[in-house]
């Protein structure tokens, strides 16, 4: 902890000698704790003297960076801007083989959105270990709103469908385009797989 303050610092005091550095503690439930023994995490936050956001990291207490982003105020409570959220690779979610490394890496990057106005803002990308996406969540002022696709890990899409205002809607494509379902107002109204949506499929492309 003690080696990743100090490169913060230099980190800071390169640029400028009016540097505002301070370290917090969060708690198991990621919120600011005045308690260290209650803290899970801690982070830096730092801002340079003419920024007008924070910028934060957060690590474990080993000095394992786990996320960065950055914040308007100095209490953490209004997110602003891309986050990164990393995390390590294991047998368990590694695709790529049965160890704890790919191509030489132990760590990769989980989870990648933007922050506006502290809330959840456009697309929210979860990974694969190996770097491959694994999810696209589209929000819209914190609410899932638009687009939203996962994948298999080989790269094939599994399910695509549109939320509206944090409600499914229309035509969701399921298991790789075997299968549709139709929504209104976040209700299944109707199901088509096998014979019946292999004839739908072919009256569209006769409509095309």
């Keep these: 902890m003690k080696r990743i303050l100090v490169c913060f610092f230099f980190l800071f005091a390169g640029l400028s000698s009016h540097a505002q550095i301070k370290t917090v503690f969060l708690d198991a439930k ?4 005045p308690d260290s023994t209650l ?13 007008s956001l924070y910028t934060f990291k957060k690590f474990d207490f080993s000095g394992v960076l786990l996320a960065s982003g950055s914040f308007r105020d100095d209490d953490m409570e209004i997110p602003v801007g891309k986050f990164v959220y990393y995390n390590w690779i294991t047998p368990e979610n590694n695709n790529r083989n049965d160890g704890f490394e790919i191509n030489g890496r132990e ?18 990308i979860t990974f694969y270990p190996d ?21 298999d890990s080989a790269g094939q899409q599994e399910v695509s469908g549109l939320y509206k205002s944090g409600k499914k809607e229309g035509t969701w494509t399921l298991d790789g385009g075997r299968q549709e379902n139709e929504y209104v107002d976040d209700k299944l109204v109707s199901t088509l797989k096998g014979k019946k949506l292999r004839e739908k499929q072919a009256e569209s492309k006769k409509a095309d």
């Design 131 to 151: 770097g491959k996406m694994k999810q696209i969540v589209t929000f819209s002022e914190g609410i899932i709103h638009g687009s939203y696709m996962s994948f």
């Design 107 to 124: 760590r990769y990057v989980e989870l990648v959105g933007s922050y506006e106005n502290g809330r959840r803002n456009g697309r929210w």
């Design 39 to 51: 803290a899970v995490t801690y982070g830096v936050l730092g801002k340079l003297s003419g920024d």
């Design 30 to 33: 990621d919120q600011l704790t």
